[in-house]
């Protein structure tokens, strides 16, 4: 049997070749009501375009399709998206790649693609086990600090957030009174 793999995929566009493409804001209302239906969400007549649109990117990742994640898939891999605009979460951009690239940019003297390869499989190699052990830790040690930024802001969040459908009449009839008998 073969192995099978997941894969850590960061969201550069060349990698993620989209196979539906999904709405845009630039296209008429009708093509985003189109889009809607289609994927069975519900929306208001009285929606706007803004609207619709917000509606759009708020499920549109349950509707991506990649070109890459099919491949994949059809030899029993999986592909893992990192969030954008997270380079914390992307060990091999940490250190190790970084090095490489240096290294070759200094080292590059002929700029033909053939020796480009060879310094880059030179440089490749002495990122040992050990090496790419340590960072995948740090990154590891970057992820749970943000999770646990997360749940202190979430914690924080829910003493703050003011719930417009409670109906706290007594309140306000209190402040009426009061309002009435200093006015006197």
């Known amino acids: ?14 990698k993620n070749v989209q196979l539906n493409r999904h709405t845009t804001s630039n296209v008429r209302k009708g093509e985003m009501i189109f889009w809607l239906d289609k994927h069975g969400i519900r929306y208001s007549s009285d929606m706007k375009k803004a609207e619709l649109y917000d509606l759009i990117k708020m ?12 491949l994949l898939a059809e ?12 380079p914390d979460f992307k060990p091999i951009e ?11 940019a200094a080292n590059n003297v002929t700029f033909k693609l053939r020796d480009i390869q060879q310094l880059a499989e030179q440089n490749f190699a002495t990122v040992t086990m050990e090496k790419w052990t340590a960072v995948c830790i740090h990154v590891k040690a ?3 600090e943000y999770m646990s930024r997360e749940l ?8 703050i957030i003011i719930n417009a459908d409670d109906d706290d009449d007594d309140d306000d009839d209190d402040d009426d ?5 200093t006015v006197s």
């Open 1 to 14: 049997m073969e192995t099978k793999s997941v894969i850590v995929v960061d969201n550069a566009s060349y």
């Open 59 to 70: 499920h549109k990742p349950q509707y991506e399709t990649f070109a890459i994640d099919c």
């Open 75 to 86: 030899y029993g891999h999986t592909v893992i998206r990192l969030p954008p605009y997270h």
């Open 94 to 104: 940490k250190k190790n790649w970084g090095i490489v690239k240096t290294r070759i």
């Open 142 to 144: 970057v992820e749970e």
């Open 152 to 159: 202190k802001m979430d914690s924080i969040m829910e003493r």
């Open 177 to 181: 009174d009061t309002s009435e008998s």
